[in-house]
């Protein structure tokens, strides 16, 4: 078991300490990096109720699952593979043991894109995405990342703008759906 001024390590689960008053510290990322540099497992944990909600490193095999089951059930299975997600970060957010929304993060020098952004249907609007791209904002800059971009559906831009994503002039067609990239410096 580590410690530090504000955080508490085991088991590879990073908690906030709390102070006298039992009220979480606030917790920086920097903090984060400064204990475990490259801990990428559990880095964030909330309690909503009852309900345990992990955001962590999850395998490619389960990341395909969720995305064949939200973004292309009409396709065959390996549609949805990517020939590079070997190369890359793939991030869940689970809740109670299940899998409710992942994406996957490429990196390349100081640019990244994430791609294959999928929350299932009946957890969406609940928060889960937006917690899941938002950690992963914060992975990539403390990776060194200065710009990160996406392929945006049409219809999720004012999703990504909430997250200060901009789009660019460049977009395109695929499989009928308009998308956009959006882009963002760090």
Same mark, same amino acid.
């Given at each position: 078991?580590?410690?530090?001024?504000?955080?508490?390590?085991?088991?590879?689960?990073?908690?906030?300490?709390?102070?006298?008053?039992?009220?979480?510290?606030?917790?920086?990322?920097?903090?984060?990096?400064?204990?475990?540099?490259?801990? /990428? =497992?559990?880095?964030?944990?909330?309690?909503?109720? *009852?309900? #345990?909600?992990?955001? !962590? $490193?999850?395998?490619?095999? +389960?990341?395909?699952?969720?995305?064949?089951?939200?973004?292309?059930?009409?396709?065959?299975?390996?549609?949805?593979?990517?020939?590079?997600?070997?190369?890359?970060?793939?991030?869940?957010?689970?809740?109670?043991?299940? /899998? =409710?929304?992942?994406?996957?993060?490429?990196?390349? *020098?100081? #640019?990244?894109?994430? !791609? $294959?952004?999928?929350?299932? +249907?009946?957890?969406?609007?609940?928060?889960?995405?937006?917690?899941?791209?938002?950690?992963?904002?914060?992975?990539?800059?403390?990776?060194?990342?200065?710009?990160?971009?996406?392929?945006?559906?049409?219809?999720?831009?004012?999703?990504?703008?909430?997250?200060?994503?901009?789009?660019?002039?460049?977009?395109?067609?695929?499989?009928?759906?308009?998308?956009?990239?959006?882009?963002?410096?760090?």
């Amino acid at each position: 078991m580590k410690r530090s001024k504000h955080l508490i390590v085991k088991n590879d689960i990073i908690k906030p300490l709390k102070n006298e008053n039992s009220e979480r510290k606030d917790v920086s990322w920097r903090n984060i990096q400064s204990v475990v540099p490259e801990l /990428l =497992i559990d880095r964030k944990r909330r309690q909503e109720g *009852n309900m #345990e909600t992990t955001i !962590r $490193k999850v395998d490619k095999q +389960q990341v395909w699952e969720l995305r064949h089951q939200v973004m292309w059930s009409d396709k065959p299975f390996d549609y949805i593979k990517l020939e590079d997600d070997d190369l890359g970060f793939h991030f869940g957010l689970i809740r109670e043991n299940k /899998l =409710i929304s992942v994406v996957s993060l490429f990196i390349n *020098n100081e #640019e990244a894109q994430f !791609r $294959k952004f999928a929350t299932l +249907q009946q957890e969406q609007g609940k928060g889960y995405g937006s917690a899941l791209l938002d950690f992963v904002l914060k992975e990539a800059k403390i990776r060194g990342v200065k710009r990160i971009w996406c392929n945006a559906r049409i219809n999720k831009v004012d999703f990504y703008r909430k997250f200060g994503l901009q789009e660019s002039k460049s977009n395109f067609i695929k499989d009928g759906k308009s998308y956009v990239i959006m882009e963002r410096y760090l």
